[in-house]
């Protein structure tokens, strides 16, 4: 498979051949690398002349080779459809990329894109923070764009919640876009998320890569939640793309005189699903028996003083706990616990055997 990746990357690289040209490539040849080790004859029957001579001249002096090992100094791998790790989600959409570029950890889990305005109100940040936390309390990876605004909330949300994020980037990953988000891109990695790109390192963010990005994050997600979008948002492109990837889209209904709220708003008119809750998001993501009770929409409060099931997780987040131990560290009644166990039972995210508790979905 390294053949495959190191091929496809190559022709991620040549100048000229356009994604949906070098697809169709492999689909007749059957691999990249079959695509690279064909002769000029068989290659010139599909290709101009011109794409013909560049694939030859790549096969005589590859760039990938050097492409990634110099990823590899930097702690980025290249992944590419069929390859250990490459997302199941990004591998059936109507568009896949080529390879794509990571640095830090995927989840092999299931996933909730956040997008949504880059000048977003202070309420539409709230809610989107409190949204990514409660759904990475639920065990789901937050996947969103680094963007200011409602992107960085997102992430914010999930880290919050220390659950897995991933960040998305329309440039090579040896630099992040945008700069001003560095600290913030580094948090991600650091609580054990990740960053992903399908450019190579030492691409620029370019104005056309940002709505090819787009369809990678709602790619990487069972669902799309966007939360505040202007009529001409870009998070609008990444809806259309959740909805021909078939993947379900939510929208945080927002004030009908507001600018932030017209074009998010419109998609509720247009068939997509209200999110009024967090559990909301949980549940399309994971399913109806994942429902339970949550927080309103409003700023991200501490465990502590968050809802008791929040702090009965929090506290097995370091490892299973006899009940009594749980009760008594959390001052809450024998029939009081009782109820909050049933309820995290009934939303998959408890295991009980016997006194013993544990997080299902640890982290």
């Known amino acids: 498979m390294d053949e495959e990746v190191a091929a496809r990357v190559e022709l991620a690289c040549l100048p000229g051949l356009r994604r949906a040209q070098a697809q169709r490539l492999i689909e007749v040849f059957g691999t990249a690398a079959a695509v690279l080790g ?13 794409l013909a001579a560049a694939i030859e001249r790549a096969r005589s002096a590859p760039a990938a080779p050097s492409l990634l090992a110099d990823a590899r100094e930097r702690g980025i791998r290249a992944l590419a459809p069929g390859s250990a790790g490459f997302p199941e ?37 709230a809610c989107a ?39 998305v980037l329309a440039s090579g990953l ?22 992903l790109s399908e450019h190579a390192p030492g691409a620029g963010a370019h104005p056309h890569h940002f709505p090819e990005r787009n369809r990678l994050i709602s790619g990487l ?28 889209v939510l929208v945080v209904p927002g004030p009908i005189d507001s600018d932030l709220s017209r074009g998010s708003n419109r998609l509720l008119r247009e068939g ?10 949980i549940e399309a993501v994971l399913g109806p028996l994942a429902r339970r009770p949550v927080a309103e929409c409003a700023p991200a409060a501490s465990d502590a003083e968050g809802s008791p099931a929040r702090a009965v997780l929090a506290l097995l987040r370091d490892g299973p706990r006899d009940a009594d131990e749980v009760a008594r560290a959390l001052g809450l009644a024998p029939a009081e616990l009782s109820r909050i166990l049933l309820d995290l039972e009934l939303a998959g995210l408890l295991l009980r055997s016997g006194v013993r508790l544990a997080r299902a979905r640890p982290g």
């Open 38 to 50: 064909a002769d000029a004859k068989a290659r010139g029957v599909r290709l101009s002349p011109a």
């Open 89 to 125: 989600g990004l591998a059936a959409i109507p568009d896949p990329p080529l390879a794509i570029w990571v640095r830090g950890e995927l989840s092999a889990g299931p996933a909730l894109a956040i997008v949504g305005a880059r000048r977003g109100s202070a309420r539409g940040l």
């Open 129 to 167: 923070r409190e949204f990514a936390r409660e759904v990475a309390i639920a065990g789901v990876s937050i996947a969103s764009g680094l963007a200011y605004g409602i992107d960085s909330a997102a992430h914010e949300g999930a880290l919050d919640g220390r659950g897995h994020t991933l960040a």
């Open 174 to 195: 040896d630099r992040v876009t945008p700069t001003g988000q560095r600290g913030l891109a580094e948090r991600v990695l650091s609580a054990g998320g990740a960053w």
């Open 221 to 248: 997600a069972a669902a799309t939640l966007i939360v505040e979008a202007r009529e001409k948002s870009g998070s609008l492109w990444t809806a259309r793309h959740a909805l021909e990837q078939g993947r379900e």
């Open 272 to 281: 997509a699903t209200p999110a009024l809750e967090p559990a909301d998001a």
